[in-house]
Each structure stands twice: as C-alpha cells, then as structure tokens.
C-alpha cells in the first residue's frame, strides 16, 4: 500500500504518557515503512486544560524520541475557519440541523431515558423543525435512524453498530466551538490522512466520525484500534505504576532506543524477536502484527532492555546523553578518548544512564569516600606491602598500558607470594572506594598513571593511620 498518510493527535491537556508515545510510535513506524507522512496535530480545543505548557512537553518528548513529522503541527484552535465551512457543507446537505433545546431539556431526557432502562441520548426534537440559526442555537448531526455502521478494523476484525443505537449527536456547540468527533473528522479529510492507528478507547467514537465521512462522501481511512497500556495488575496504567510520561524515564536514565524498543513491543511482535533498534522497526513494522490484547507494562523489563541497548551502543555515542547525569553530581565530562573508555568499562553493568553516572563518579572525582566496610575488609595492615610493592613498580613503569598494568600485578604477586584477589580487592578499594566496579586493570589503566599513584599512596596512608 502506498501513499500512507497517518497522524498523531496528542491533547495538550498533560504530558506525553507511555500509551500516548506508542501510539504515536506505530504512527510513526508505519508511514516510515512505507515510505509515507507522517501528521503531527495538537487537538487543543478543551481552553481551559491545554496549555503552552504542554505543547512544549510533547514536543520534547517526540524529539527525544527522534519521532520527526512531515507536516505540522497542526493546531485545532487555529482551524475554526475551517470547521464553520464543513458544517456549513452538512447543513446545506440536508445532513445537520439546527437545534435549541436548552440544558434542562437534555438533562430530562437522559433522566427519562435512564429511567425505563433506554440510552441516553437525543431524542431528535428540533429534527425535523427546520430551525434558523440563533444565538443559543448549536448544530447537531442529522444521523441514520436505521441499519447499521460497520468499523472494519484492521486490528479487531469488523464490528457493527446498530443506527438506532446512536443519536443525532453535537457537531458545532451554541458557542460556535465544534466538538471533538467533528473537527477530528474535517482534520483527518483536509490533511488527508488515510490511515487511523489509535488506542481502543476511541472505538466507540468511530461509528459517528464513520457517518460523517460518508455524510461528506469522503472515503474512509483504514482503522486500527490497538489494545491499552496496562500495568503489572492489569490496570490501566497509571502514577501508582510508577512513572508514566516519557520524558520521567528519559531523566531516569532510559535511552530512546530502549524506550521505543519497549513500547513497540507491548502490542506488536515480529517473531521472537525482542531486541530491535531504530532501523529495523523501521524496516519490519507492520499492521498486521499489532496485537489484540492489552500490554502490559513492566518497568523491570524496560530496564532490563535498556541494558542491553547500553551495551549495544557504542560508547561514544553516549557520552552526550550520560553528561546530564554527571552534570547532577557536580561533574562536566568532555567528549575525549578518556570518558568514552570509562563508558567502555561500565556498558555491561549498567541497566541506566543514571546508574551509569553513579558508578562513573570516582574516574572523574579529584578524591573519594571509601566505603565504610569495605576499607575496614581491606585496606588493612595485611594489604600494605602490596600497596606499596605496587606503588613502586607502577612509578617506575613507563609503557603504562593495561597489558603492561597486569604484569606489574603478576610481578607483585610473584614477590608478596599472594594470590590476584588478596592484591585486587584493596587495589580496587584504593582506586574507586567500594568493592564492586570494573576490571581493576582497566579502571587502572583508564584513570592513568598519576591519579592511579595518587589514590595508592592515599590508600596507604589511610592505613598506616589506623
């Protein structure tokens, strides 16, 4: 299928959500696909909760994301022109009516219509009464009475709607706003979007926008509702899940590969496959793989994913993103050989930029904090003539690579007759002040020879203090 034009249409009432993002995603993915566009539109007709605010939000976060749009944004609140024709072309259709039954009266016939176990909804008073504009005059829909409308959808197969179920519905308020079924409609007409990927929670509104579209004998797009984001107690996603908008996991350390990775895969499958990056969702991504059921979001699993799209970046790729994460414990790290080359040690153990940034911190810090513990278990009596062994041969060392590093480790061990572990797990605490890190050959060799000396010689001093 060629020519796709799909759309994202977020509601600037809050931030970018996770179910928010990927729907966007599956968007995004398919026009790339297919070599289509892709529509970006802030539906902000609701004044009093949209925001600039949130605008810029959204937008952060689908650039964060590296989700780019051909066309716009688009803004409702700028389009009133264009809604007033398209009820203008349904009025003189036939196909929309005037209408002034006041709140009271609608309030009565849902009462009415509740209480003898109906729907509540319009009962077509003003239908057929041929009413002129007026001030409190709003437009409403003048929709089928019988049959049916049948959503053919690419995800949830066919379902049908009776007519006689649905009612002559708002098009345009008293006020002269048009409500969300309708603007939705004329935008998707005049941008000319033929594709529709959005949450199922819009399934019920797809009957009215159906009968619009043929009201305004325009063809239907294709239809695809998606499942829900839910969290790990099938729930729809929400705060007590933990965080929930995109840029709360970008400043908890999440990459965007991972990030997209995750959310594409929570609905839609290519196999086995889990691990995917940008190019090959680009290049797999189709409809006919999203599935039925709901996702369930698992922030476990997101982390775990995004150790392993930490590994699989190349380090000097993430210097840039780690260096906010550094900037928040008072360190600036610069794009040289040296940070990439820490990045380079902690890649594998690191499920976040953040967590990244904390292990990071003794290659950069002028001086460190021993770990209580882990200075009483060895930086002890019993380490001091390794220490100082060492300390001599590495000041005498002048080819102060990691090759060279572990004979100078072979010679101490050939000297003080101790085993590896007896000589590293000091040499560790002295170099970065806990008992986990990196290889203590390449934590040596990455923090080179003078601060590597420096932090022996503090190592030994705190020693023979106690």
Partial sequence: M????????????????????????FNWLYARH????????????????????????????????????????????RRFDVYREYVRKLLDSGSAYYCTCPPERLEEMRRTAMATGGKPKYDGTCRNKGLPPGEKTAVRFKAPLAGTTVLEDVVKGNIVFQNEELDDFVICRSDGSPTYNFAVVVDDITMGINTIIRGDDHV?????????????????????????????????LSKRHGATS???????????????????????????????????????????????????????????LNADHIKATPPGQLVAPLAPFMRAHG????????TEKAIETLSARSKSLKEMA???????????????????????AEALPALKSL???????????????????????????????????PVRVALSGRTASPGIFEIAAVMGKRKTLARLRRAIGHIEKE
Avoid: C
């Fill in 2 to 25: 060629s020519g796709i034009i799909t759309r994202f249409p977020p509601s600037p009432s809050g931030f970018l959500h996770v179910g928010g993002a990927r729907t966007a995603l």
């Fill in 34 to 77: 297919t070599g289509g566009r892709f529509v970006l539109r802030f539906e902000d007709t609701d004044t009093e909760r949209s925001s600039q605010e949130y605008v810029d939000a959204i937008l952060e976060s689908l650039e964060w994301l590296g989700i780019d749009w051909d066309e716009g944004p688009y803004y409702q609140t």
């Fill in 204 to 236: 019920m509104n797809t009957p009215k926008q159906i009968q619009l579209y043929k009201a305004f004998g325009s063809p239907l797009p294709v239809f695809g509702h998606v499942p829900m984001v839910l969290g790990k107690d099938r729930t729809r």
């Fill in 246 to 304: 995109v840029t709360a996991y970008r400043d908890m350390g999440i990459l965007p590969e991972a990030l997209i990775n995750y959310l594409v895969r929570l609905g839609w499958s290519h196999g086995d496959q889990e691990f995917f990056n940008r190019k090959e969702l680009v290049e797999v991504f189709n409809l006919e793989n999203i599935g039925r059921s709901a996702g369930i979001f698992d922030p476990e699993k997101l982390y775990a």
């Fill in 331 to 338: 360190i600036e790290i610069a794009a040289d050989g040296r």
């Fill in 358 to 380: 904390a292990q990071a911190l003794f290659y950069f810090q002028d001086d460190i904090a021993y770990e209580p513990d882990a200075a009483r278990k060895f930086l002890t």
């Fill in 391 to 425: 300390t001599a041969k590495l000041e005498a060392l002048e080819d102060y690579t990691e090759h060279r590093l572990e004979e100078t480790f072979k010679a101490v061990m050939a000297e003080t007759g101790l085993k590896l572990g007896k000589i590293a797990q």
